[in-house]
Every structure is written in structure tokens, then in C-alpha cells.
């Protein structure tokens, strides 16, 4: 078998010395060969390139000879799939139909055309024909297969089909059994033809672009077992109602692709005559007038997989479903808005995986919890209202390997049972609780990969024992009450890839031993961190986020910093740096935003700072931390020629840390999350010593969306390449030194939400259209040089004229003491008056509204620089 791997692909010079020598061999011998061992002849030959070497490992294409099948004409069983074969040639007069009594052939995941069909449509005696993932499109040649009357399975999944008509070819192919249409690009209404194909039991129509009403075509298939219909643009209502003559129906699936479908379960009433083992139904705009759980559910009692997530359905949490479906393996009904609790079957259920996650559940977790649900490999409870301890119980679940309790009200200590226990469990996510004491337990026997202990109340010291776990990729403890110093134990992580200790106590210098290459996001901000910024981060070259904002760091911007050239994100702000901003920096090509504020830098603004990509999509353009992935098959691979359904692993979930990233903008830091930070670019060098004029240099920062550059010593005039800066959104030269005009070509930036120039010398008429006719005075106070309607002050050389008041003093006569109970309430009442008039205003008016927040905005931002200037007094 060996020599005909080998042989496979080419034309031998001596092909019929190989022949016999076939012929003279136990062929039934050979790996990826059966015979029948009543006559000794071959019936099946297997060239999968999943089972054994590639056919040809020099060439991107192979071209199949025929001919080396001669010496099997009695096959029954062919597989060539998963090669790189594109055709196939025939010598000595060889040609596929010779194999007359093949029943099955698999070409899949080749690079085979629709003209191989030419070639196929001579086998007479063919059941199977297995067409997926080639290079086939346009219109499906039916017509070649046209001999093939006993054709019972067609596969052409994973083409470029894009001819709906062509399909009706297939209308006449009454034999069919299966027939598997998916991932092509077939539009259209489908052919009312396919509802004559009564014998059907599998159809798979999902992810193309069909379109219309197809309830005619699906309730005429009344053998249906297993029907796909998800990733499409069916349009109007599907009621559940025309299935319910369909008896053998064991899987449905249908998400809708489209928002002008709606599935319908409860009108009009119906009653069920099948058994399904998977309803697979997210995000279908499932019983959009009531959205009531399907009452049909209530009479089914084999399901194996649900999956009725992002419906918005309503009602009390429905655990009915697990007490009614004792094979349940995988439940789904995540984003939802199910109420009520939680309540476990009365048995032992061998439930897989339980995803319930943003609901309303209220309550505490079952206290045997774990003892009922053994056998759970993932279980997702997150955003609900869980309240309470987790049980102990929780440590039964020796097969857990995913868990997430986060954004919950659950508190109480951790129970350290599931460490010691659950040697398989891989990602804990515990964040957004109350959860209090230690960091983690003592004993520790697990293998993590993923970590997150965030936003709790957990205190101590940072536990040893969570940094001895050697595979931990992604640790976030931020936003707790954790004390002391960075143990040098962290140096043992030398596989993270996220690491978050933000928002906490800590204090002292980074551990000078820490080794992680492949540490792409790193997180110290606001604790009390000292010392220069670690050397030891050099060795992290695929670094793209570095946060040491709101420490005690100090020193000077190294120069190794250029060794990160994946570095995205870069926020420094905060700490007590001090010297002139080094050139090095503007060597960071890939970098999209910038914080030096609120340090001590002096010295002149860089001019190669232009040198900066600040662009949208740099190379570091992914902050979606991946820890992990549920990649597993989905309903539609689930089945096979012989109808055998595998339930397990049936839904692709994947878990993924969002990585979130702080930036001042608009009078506050704002958060940006996941792939918006892509979308995000922005300078802030505010709050520094920085003197003299600024580089015009910086107007070639095209697609930069922030600059901040207030509260310096900067000098000279604001300059008129800024109006190259087409996407700035906000523009902060407050408290400086500047002078001169406000340039007038700044009046073309389109998207300026922020413009402040306020406390400068600037002179002259102030900008009134476009953006610049919305700033307020607060923009250009503190400037006396500066004239114009916008801040009442006129630009005229005449001086202004203003009426004499005459002041005249009234004397009042004496009323006697003031009553002060009416003076309170009336005060409190005139007050209250005030507020409600207020709100009603700015409710009612939008313009005010905006303004009224942008008010707020500029509160909380002046509150920040009170603090950051305290810092350095």
C-alpha cells in the first residue's frame, strides 16, 4: 500500500510490471484496505490524507491516476478525500465507470471541479457521492449525475454553488435520503420541487442566502429526521405547527440569519407527533409576541441538546426541562430573561454543560449542586442574581473545566474543595461578586489556564499557590483589597499571557526574575508600584498593552521600550517620571494610544512624534485575549451517512477574556473594550513641565482621534496643520503659554467633540462654523486677547457705550422678626421647584441635556487635575 501511495499521483513508466505485481500480492494485507474474505477481493480503499501520509507533498495539486484502480473493479467503498487531488487522468483505456459496483465515493476536501462529474456520473450502482469542500461553483450540473438512480446521499456542502435553479435537477432524484446543500451560496426562494422528494431524512440547507417563506417545501418532507435551516435569510412566519405530522423528526435547527423571520410555536395550537432529541433554536426571534418558552416542550422527554438562547424569553426559569429529559447532555438559555430560582431535578443527572447565563435568576445555589450534576464539564451561571455562599458541593464535579460564577451577588469565602478536586478544571471566572477572605486555599491541584478573581473583596497577600500553577496563561485579580509586595513567585508564570493586578494595594518594586515571552497584556495601574520601569519587560516582545498608570514609578522612558514593536497601547500617567521626553519613543511604530500625563517631564514635545502610526488596525490589532476555545462541532457536522447522531460537543462556545483599556477623553477616562481600542488613537502629555512650541510636525497624525496637551509651559502659535487631523475628536490646549490667532483652517475638522484653548494668550476673532459653533465660553476663558459673538465680546475697535444705572437705595421699613418656619419651607419648597423645573427642562431639551453632562464631564475631569497637580506639591 505503501508503493501505491507513492504511485498515486503520477503516470509510472512501467505500469503494468506494477499491476502484477498487485495482482501476485495479498493486497487485503495493506493498511487502509478491506476485503471481502469469502472471495479475497478488495471492497474498500481508503487514501484519506486523515489517515495516513499526504499523496504528494511537492505540489500543491495531484492528479489521480485511474489506472492504479484497475486490479479493484469489484470495489463497493472508495475514499480519496482530504488530498490535493484536481483531477484525474485514465490510461489503458481505464475509466471510473468500469467500477461498477462502487456504492460509495468520497472526493471531499480536494480541489476537484464540477467537470469531475463527467467523469463520475458513469457509476450506475453508486448510493454515496461525497462532493464537499472542492472548488465547484456556479451552476450544480445535475444532469451528469442523471444515471445515478440509486443515488440515496449527495453532499456538495463547502462549494461556491450560487444557481438556485440548477438545484431543480436534483427534483428528480427520487431516491434520495440525505441531501446536504450547506455553506454554498445558493439565494433565492428554494425550489418548490425539493417538497417532492418524500423519501428525504436529512436535509441540510444552513449558511447560504436563501430568502422567502419555505414552510410549502418543508411540510411536504414528512420523513424528516434531521432538518437545517440556520444562516439564512428566510423571511416571514414559521409555525412549528406544519411539523406536526413529521413523526420521525430527532433534530431541528434554525437561526435566523435575518430579522424578518419569526418562529412561531404556540399559535396556532398544535400537538406534537415526534420525539426530538436536539431543538437548537438561538437567536430566531423565537415567539416574538409572547416570548413563552415553547409549551410543546413540555411533552418531550428524549432530548439529548437545547439551545433557546438570545430570544428574550420571559417567565419563571423553566427546570421542568431537566427533570422531564433525564439524556439531556447540553442545555442552553443564555440571554434570556427567565426568573425566579434555580431547582435541581429530584435524580443524578449526567448533564454535560449548562449555560444559563444572563437571565434574572434570583436565589442561592442548590447546596447539591455538585452531587446532582456529577458529570458537568462547563457550567456558565454569569450575569444573574445569584446571592448566597457557593456550596461545597461545587467540589464533587471532579470533570469540570470550565466555570463562571461572574457578575453575580455571590460572597463568603471560595470553597477550596473544587481546587483540590477538579484536576481537569481550566478557566475559573469569579469576577464582579462579593467574594471575601483569602486570595485562594492552600492546597492547590489543578491546572488552570484561565484565572479571573476580579472586582471582589478578596485581601491578603497575593497566595503563592495560584503562582506555582505552571500553564497559567491569564491571572486577573484587579479591583481587590490585595496588600503587600509582588512575591517573587510570579516568576514561575512563565506562560501568561494576560496579567492584571490593577486597582489594589500593592506596593514595592516588579520582580526582577519575571521571564514571560509571551506576556501580551499587562496591567499594574493604580497601586503603589515603585522603582524605574522594569527591565525585565523587555523579554515580553509581544507585549501591546503596558498600563503602569497611578503608581510611583520613576526615572526616564527606557530605551529598550523599542524592543516592544508589537506595543499598541502605552499608558505611563500618573507616576513621578521626570526628564525630556525621549526620542526613542517615536520609534514605537504600532502604537495607537499614549498617556505621559501627569508626570514630570519638561523639555521640548518631540517632532518625531509624527513618526507615530496612531492609525486604526495597527499590527497589534487584537485585544481579545483567547485563552481558550470550546471549538467543537456544530449540529450541522454531527451527522453521517448512516444517521447516527453524536450530541456531544454539539455547540461551539468560545471563552475569551475582553481586554478593556482606560484613556482620558472628553474631560474623563473612558473605557474602551475589545476590538474598540483598534478603533481608539490618542496623545495625552498633560500635567507635565513641558516648554515650547509645538511640533507642526504633529498635524501629520492623520488619523489620530484625542491630543491633550494642557496644563504645560507650552509656547508659540497653535498650529494650522492640525486641520490635517480630520478624525480628531477632541483638542485640549488649556493652560499654556500659547499665542496668536486660533488658526481658521481648524474650522474643518468635522468631528471635533472637545476644543478647549481656555487660559492661553491667544488673540483675535474666535472660530464660529462647523464644530466651533457649539463651544461654549468655558472653551476660551482666561485668553482677554480673544473677541467674538460666542463669548459676548465684540471684536470692535470702538469702545463700548454702556447706559449709566443710577443706583438708588430704597429704605425699607422694619416688618418686625422674620417667621422662620415659612422662610424654611418656603426656601425648600422654591428649591425643590428649581430641580424639577431643571430636569423637566433638560428632559424635554436636547441641546441643554448635552450641555447639562458636558457640564458634569467637565467637573469630574477638573476634580482629576486637582489631583494629579496635588500629587507633585
Known sequence: MKEFLKSSCVILDDLDSWVDDTRMSNCCDWDRVQCNFTSGRVISISLNYTTGLPLSSTSKYCTLNLSLLHPFEELLVLDLSHNQFDGWISNQGFEMSSLKKLQVLDLSSNFFNTSILSFVGGLISLKTLILGSNEMYGSFPSKELGNMKNLQVLDISYNQFNDTLSLEGLCGFKSLLELDLSSNYLSGPLPECLGNLTNLQVIDLSYNQFSGNLLSVVSKLISLKYLFLSGNRFEGVFSFSALANHSNLEIFQLSSGSPMLELETENPTWFPSFQLKVIDLPNCNLNKQTREIPSFLLHQHDLWFIDLSHNKLVGKFPSWILQNNSKLQILNLMNNSFTGTFQLPSFKHDLLQLVISSNNITGQLPYDIGLIFPSLGYINLSKNSFDGIVPSSIGEMKSIWILDLSHNNLSGEFPGSLFTNSVSLDALFLSNNNFQGNIFPKNVNSTLSVLDMSNNNFSGEIGLEVLNIPYLSVLDISNNKVSGTIPIQLCNLTSIRTLDLSQNKLYGSFPSCFNATSLTFLFLQKNSLNGLIPHVLHRSSDLAVLDLRDNKFSGNIPSWITELSKLSV????????????????????????????????????????????????????????????????????????????????????????????????????????????????????????????????IGLLREIRSLNFSYNH????????????????????????????????????????????SYNNLSGKILDKGQFGTFGESSYQGNAGLCGELIHRSCSNEAETRPSIDMEEDEEEDEGPIDMFWFYWTFSASYVAILLTLAATICINKHLCILWFHLIDECIYKCSVWSCRKTFL
Open 570 to 697: 502605552l499608558l505611563l500617567g500618573g507616576n513621578s517620571l521626570r526628564g525630556p521626553i525621549p526620542n526613542h519613543v517615536c520609534q514605537l511604530r504600532n502604537v495607537n494610544i499614549v498617556d505621559l500625563s501627569c508626570n514630570l517631564f519638561y523639555g521640548s514635545i518631540p517632532s518625531c512624534f509624527n513618526n507615530l502610526s496612531f492609525s486604526v488596525g495597527s499590527e497589534a490589532d487584537s485585544f481579545e485575549s483567547s485563552p481558550m476555545g470550546a471549538a467543537v462541532s456544530s449540529p450541522s457536522d454531527s451527522y453521517n451517512a448512516t444517521l447516527e447522531l453524536d450530541v456531544v460537543g454539539l455547540i461551539s462556545w468560545s471563552f475569551s477574556d475582553e481586554i478593556e483599556v482606560e484613556f482620558p477623553m472628553k474631560y474623563r477616562y473612558n473605557s474602551y473594550k475589545g476590538y474598540i481600542i483598534n478603533l481608539m488613537s490618542g496623545m495625552d502629555l498633560s500635567h507635565n513641565e513641558l516648554t515650547g512650541s509645538i511640533p507642526p510636525e
Open 714 to 757: 507650552l509656547s508659540g502659535p497653535v498650529p494650522a496643520k492640525f486641520s490635517n487631523l480630520k478624525f480628531l475628536e477632541n483638542l485640549d490646549l488649556s493652560n499654556n503659554n500659547l499665542s496668536g490667532e486660533i488658526p481658521t483652517p481648524l474650522a474643518e475638522l468635522n468631528f471635533l467633540a472637545i476644543f478647549d484653548v
